[in-house]
C-alpha cells in the first residue's frame, strides 16, 4: 500500500513537473519565434511555431497558428495556405479571442487578395452574428459597404 501510494506521488510531481516545464518550453519558443520574426528570419520563425502546435500545451497554439497565418499571407502571399491556418484557429479554437481575428482575416483575404466576393460576405455576416458586440464590427460594416458593388455583379452573374 505504501509503494503504491509512493508511485502515485511520484507520477504526479513529475507530470506536474513535466507540464510546468513544457510552458515555460512554450513561452520560450514564442518569445524566440517573436524574436525571429521581428528580424525578419521568417523560415526558421515558422519551425519554431511549429514545435509549439507539436506540444501539449494549449496556450500558445493558437497565437503560433495565428502567426504562422500572418507569415504566409503577408510575407509568401500563400493565401490558401494562411486560410488553412486560420481555419485551424476558428474550428479549434472558437472560445479565444484569436477566433474572432481569424474570421475576420478570412473574409479580408476572401475579399482583398482572392476575389471571392460572396465567401467574403457571408464571413463577414458570420462574423456579425457569432459577434454582434465586438469591436471589429464597424470594420466589419466597412467590408461589407464595400462589397455591395460587388453584390450587384454577382447577382447579375446568378440570374443569367
Known sequence: M???????????????????NSSNNSENIW????????????????VLLTSILDNNNEEFKPKALFLISEIYLNEYQEYDISISFLDLIIDKYQD???AKRALFTKAYIQANYIESYSDAIDLYNTFIEKYPQDDLVS?????????????????????R
Open 2 to 20: 505504501r509503494l503504491l501510494l509512493n508511485i502515485i506521488l511520484c507520477a504526479s510531481f513529475f507530470l506536474i513537473f513535466s507540464c510546468k
Open 139 to 159: 470594420s466589419v460594416n466597412y467590408e461589407l459597404n464595400e462589397l455591395n458593388k460587388y453584390k450587384t455583379k454577382i447577382d447579375q452573374m446568378i440570374n
Open 31 to 46: 518569445n524566440e519565434s517573436q524574436r525571429l520574426y521581428s528580424i525578419k528570419d521568417y523560415n526558421n520563425c515558422i
Open 96 to 98: 479565444n479571442d484569436l
